[in-house]
């Protein structure tokens, strides 16, 4: 398992940098992020059932598109918007509430069971996780430096993972939340969240990943990464308890699904977003 999981990091991570390198050529990123939302959308709909249901998987995935594209400056001039136009979140946000609106009479002649009924539920909760909190790293991608901010919510989540696994299996002994993910232990929490912060701290350093980041902002973004992402992964092994499976999907050999490998991403790209716009800018 452990060689799967750095075999299939090692092939994912250069095309990752690749596509966020060559970006300003192309939406590269933002087209990357559309297929992981339909891909994630997908696994969501398997895992909940949802697929009983089709017309509203199609729903979530093309509001999941919608979501990410118009987070995309680029994007929006082909429908005459621009990012700040304050009528995209409304939309966006009525959007996601029309599946809980139309469900009672979508689904009245069909065989009633739990998740039919909570159809349109898990459709907003599936383009929410899938559209918004993905949207929030092509929003990343569009602050001045964008492309760093986006290398940073990345590599750090991915030192807190890498460091938290090899430090729990070396020194875990208290388990974390023993009823929800067994295999996550308080001292590999600790041990990620100091790869966090290390990591965190790289980029202030003049290369050409460097930002203009003091350092003790970069300690608590990479704390803040820390927590958000721990939350995210959390989050989504209570998901899978839920619905009685160990992961997600196998698309990723040693990692699982594609709502495994997200699940903290998106999480901290959604804190590291708020800040630089909230705290830094």
């Known amino acids: 398992m452990l060689k799967k999981r750095v075999l299939t990091s090692v092939i994912g991570i250069p095309i990752l940098v690749a596509v966020l390198w060559f970006d300003s050529f192309l939406p590269l990123f933002t087209i990357l992020a559309v297929t992981l939302g339909i891909l994630s959308n997908l696994e969501c709909a398997r895992l909940i059932s949802l697929s009983k249901t089709k017309i509203f998987v199609v729903y979530s995935i093309i509001l999941t598109i ?8 680029t994007v929006l001039p082909f429908i005459g918007a621009s990012p700040d136009a304050l009528w995209i979140p409304g939309v966006l946000i009525a959007g996601t509430a029309l599946p809980l609106l139309v469900t009672p009479f979508f689904l009245k002649r069909q065989t009633p069971g739990t998740y039919d009924r909570l159809s349109g539920l898990w459709t907003t909760v599936a383009i929410l996780y899938n559209g918004w909190l993905i949207s929030n790293l092509i929003g990343l991608r569009g602050l001045e430096d964008g492309r760093n901010w986006v290398f940073l919510s990345l590599f ?6 890498t460091s938290a696994f090899f430090t729990g299996r070396s020194l875990g002994r208290h388990k974390m939340a023993p009823r929800i993910s067994p295999g996550k232990t308080w001292e590999g929490a600790a041990g990620g969240v100091v790869g966090a912060v290390l990591v965190s701290l790289f980029f202030t350093l003049p290369t050409p990943l460097g930002l203009p980041l003091p350092w003790y902002h970069a300690v608590i973004l990479g704390l803040l990464v820390s927590l958000f992402g721990q939350s995210g992964d959390l989050l989504e092994s209570a998901f899978k308890r839920y619905t009685g499976v160990k992961d997600s999907g196998n698309a990723l050999p040693g990692h699982g699904g594609w709502l495994d490998r997200l699940d903290s991403i998106v999480f901290a790209g959604l804190v590291v977003y708020y800040y630089a716009v909230w705290v830094l800018q």
Do not use: M, N, P
């Open 66 to 73: 919608g979501v990410i594209a118009l987070r995309d400056s």
């Open 156 to 161: 750090v989540t991915f030192a807190y993972d």
